[in-house]
């Protein structure tokens, strides 16, 4: 997957934009499968956001042009 750190996408739900920090993720805990995420931060609040990768690429967010 094209890593799309720093570009900007639109949560289609809730219309909030956010900055994509880092892909490609990986959490230290037991049991974990392997899963990748998406560290990101809300661009107005800066609160930082965790989500898995497949999720964040699912459709809900949309990627901005020129970000």
């Known amino acids: 997957m094209e ?4 570009k900007c996408f639109k949560h289609l739900k809730s219309g909030g934009l956010y900055k994509i920090l880092a ?18 931060s809300n661009v107005d609040d ?3 956001w965790v989500r ?4 964040f690429f699912d459709g809900r967010f949309e990627e901005q042009p020129d970000s």
């Open 52 to 55: 898995e990768q497949k999720q």
């Open 46 to 48: 800066g609160l930082i």
């Open 23 to 40: 892909m490609n993720a990986h959490l230290e805990k037991e049991g974990l499968n392997g899963d990748l995420y998406v560290i990101y």
């Open 3 to 6: 890593n799309k750190t720093g």
